[in-house]
C-alpha cells in the first residue's frame, strides 16, 4: 500500500516537474540546501522534517520522509520516539498519522 503511494506521488510529482519545473527546480535547490551541511546529520534533519509531516498531517510527506530515514540509517526504535514527541506536540490527529508512519515503515522493511 505505501510502496504504491510512494510510486504514485512520484509519477504526480514528475508532472509537476513538466509543468512547472522552474519552481520546482528551486524548491529542489531548497531542499538540497536544507539537508547539506550544517551541526545536525541528514537522519536528524529527517526526524525534524516526519515530525512536522505527522503534525501538519501530510501523508505523501510522512511516506518520502520514512523512506528517507531508512535509507540514513535510522531504526524502528528511533521512530518510535520521535513519533511519540509529535504525538505528545499534535494531540489525537497526530496519533493517527503517527499510525500511518509507523505502518509505512514497517511495509518498507518487510
Known amino acids: 500500500m505505501y510502496k504504491a503511494k510512494i ?15 522552474e519552481t520546482m527546480a528551486e524548491f ?7 539537508k547539506d551541511g ?21 501523508e505523501p510527506c510522512i511516506n518520502f ?3 528517507a ?3 540514513a540509517g535510522a531504526t524502528r526504535d528511533e521512530l518510535g520516539s520521535v513519533l511519540s514527541m509529535s504525538i505528545q506536540m499534535g494531540g ?6 503517527a499510525a500511518h508512519a509507523l505502518a509505512c515503515w514497517d511495509e518498507l522493511a518487510a
Do not use: D, F, W
Not at 504514485?8 to 508532472?15: A, P, Y
Not at 529542489?28 to 536544507?34: C, D, I, N, R, W
Open 38 to 58: 550544517g551541526p545536525l546529520s541528514v537522519k536528524e534533519k529527517e526526524y525534524v522534517a516526519l515530525g512536522i509531516a505527522v503534525s501538519q498531517r501530510c
Open 7 to 21: 510510486t504514485e506521488m512520484r509519477g504526480e510529482l514528475r508532472g509537476l516537474n513538466k509543468l512547472i519545473p
Open 65 to 67: 520522509h520514512v523512506e
Open 28 to 34: 529542489g535547490a531548497l531542499s538540497k540546501a536544507a
Open 69 to 71: 530515514l531508512m535509507k
Open 92 to 97: 489525537g490527529p497526530a496519533v493517527m498519522y
